[in-house]
Every structure is written in C-alpha cells, then in structure tokens.
C-alpha cells in the first residue's frame, strides 16, 4: 500500500491536539446563539460543530478533497477531531490494509501501546469501523482513544477521540461527560 495515498494520518491528529498553536479563526467560525459556544461548518463538506470554550480549536484546513477539525481541552488533554480524505479506492488498498496501516501507526510511537479492540458499529447513522487503542503519550500521559473510518462516496471520513486516565491499569470505559456533550454537537452527514 503506498502510505502517500492516506494523507496526514491518526497519529499526526494526536500530535496535532496535543500542541498548543494559536487558532486562526477561519471564515467558517462564529459565534453560536449560545454565548459560551463557538460554531463551525464546514465549507465543502457537511460536517457542522458546536462547542463550548474550553475547547481549543487547532488550525484547521480544508479544501474539497480534505477536511481537519481538530478540538482539545488543554486542561487536560482529551481531544476530537474529524478528518475528511479523498478515497484512491479499494482497488489501492483494503478496508483491512488501511485498519491495518492505522493499527501500525497508532502502536509504532511507543511500544507501550495497545490496541484493544476493532469492531464495526453504527456511527454517526453510518456504517464505521472502530479501533480502541491505549496510548501513552508524552504530553498527557495514558490516553484511551477511540478511532472511527467509513469509507463511503468518494471519501475516507474519521473520527478520532481520547481521553486521559491515571495509569494503564486504571483504564475507564467511561467516556467522559465533556466527550459525550461535545459529541451530540457534532453533525457529520458525508
């Protein structure tokens, strides 16, 4: 599989949500009608996010074949982002290559991290393949993270979220709250 086909992969997402950049506010932000809430909607894609302030939005490009979103909460690092990629198709590679391909990178950074689990599941009212990994990162700490890919219309969509816990033994399933809220305001419809 040539690895230039995939774009910026997960693992440069996690990096990226780990930096603190300053944020360009980009044409496509604004105020919500909620005044402690910032909305964004994609200009090419129909993807919309609504989200509060202790979300520190990364710089975030996009163009008709590529979208990035990228939020995280400096405080203590959990993070969301959504990246939209031009599909080169099964005939280049897989479903299983490029979990496969994810799988390599996301445990290639540190040999302490573990992939739980991959299944597939509904998301976002879409068919999604799930990867759950335990990541020890330098920044952070222990991370559980979540990665989602659909294949579909022409394009790769994924969605990745994490979240910091104590120790690889103290590992929660339970999302957590500030997750689950930013989540529900999150529109994404490829």
Known sequence: MNRNLIGIPFILITLLLCSCANDPISDSTAPSKEPD?????SEYHNVDACYSNN??????????DYMLLGLVDL?????YSIKIDKDPGQD?????EYLLYVEDLMLSENPENVLLSTENIIYHNESYS???FLLNT???GWKKTYVHTNRSEGFITGVQFSYPFNSKD????????ELIALESQISIRE
Request: charged share 30%; with cysteine.
């Open 37 to 41: 809430k910032t909305c964004w909607h």
């Open 55 to 64: 979300w520190f939005k990364t710089p975030s490009p996009e163009f008709k």
């Open 75 to 79: 405080s203590d690092g959990k993070s």
């Open 92 to 96: 280049q590679f897989t479903d299983l």
């Open 130 to 132: 799930r990867q759950v």
């Open 138 to 140: 330098d920044r952070w």
């Open 170 to 177: 103290s590992v929660s399933d339970v999302i957590p709250m």
